[in-house]
């Protein structure tokens, strides 16, 4: 029995490498609605053939959003069914799609989610990094002017930070973000559920070093960690500093020379430490 509703868009997550990992719901979805919309028909033309599915697909991309966005919306109008999918991952996430579900959105058409893979929460769990705030920024502009601009509004950023990049621009990209950010951690993950899945963990300045001696391939998505907040970590440099001292003074010092001690191994201010160890004391 079709659990497909008529005149509904289907935002079809699909398999980012794996296809093994195309959910049983997602399948159903893609079995049973009228049409597919595709970003690259070939690609989906390849999951199709996986899944011994034959379906009429429409071309759905970025040279043709208007007058195709259009058609599909005059279908589902009409009473069609349509699966939206794009060449991997989810749909609407740095792709065409999210201008489909605008369009559906205005003319108060349904839109159901089947949710499965995505390469940006793939790479952010893999990466070790922060992952309670992240910011995505998609892929940068290959306008000088606009890829400068939008970089210099992340220099302050604290939250974890994830891009997309193509393997051809890779090192360029790093190298910006070395050059505006400064040698920041960064998890470097690319050809994710595929065979070749590599994910290295390193510095801005060792991934510049490791992709100009190994060739980048594959498609890569980037984790970079946040701007440090200052004040944070100089309360945790703090509290460290005196939880040093006290030792210091359990051991034997006095509390002016423990305060000294301290502030030589942490970095804080012998006066500061001095002043909340006498008032706690």
Known sequence: MS?????VLYLVATPIGNLSDLSTRAADILRDVDFIAAE?????????LFLGIKKPLVS????????????????IKNGESCALVSDAGTPGISDPGEELVRLCIAESICINIVPGACAVVSALTLSGLKAERFTFE???????KKRKAHLDELKTEKRTMVFYEAPHKLLRTLKDLLITLGDRNVSVSRELTKIYEETLRMSLSQA??????????GEFTLV?????DLESDTESKLNEGVKLARSFID????????AKKA???????RNVLYKIIIAKS
Do not use: Q
């Not at 051991?251 to 423990?258: I, V």
């Open 3 to 7: 659990n497909i509703t008529p005149g």
């Open 40 to 48: 690259d028909t070939r690609v989906t033309r390849k999951l199709l």
């Open 60 to 75: 759905y991309y970025k040279h043709n959003i208007k007058s195709s966005g259009e058609k599909i919306l005059t279908r």
């Open 138 to 144: 998609g892929f940068l502009s290959n306008d000088n």
């Open 208 to 217: 510049i070093e490791h992709f100009e001696a190994t060739a980048p391939r």
């Open 224 to 228: 970079i960690e946040g701007a440090v």
């Open 251 to 258: 051991n034997g010092l006095s509390s002016g020379d423990a």
């Open 263 to 269: 502030a030589a191994e942490t970095g804080c201010s």
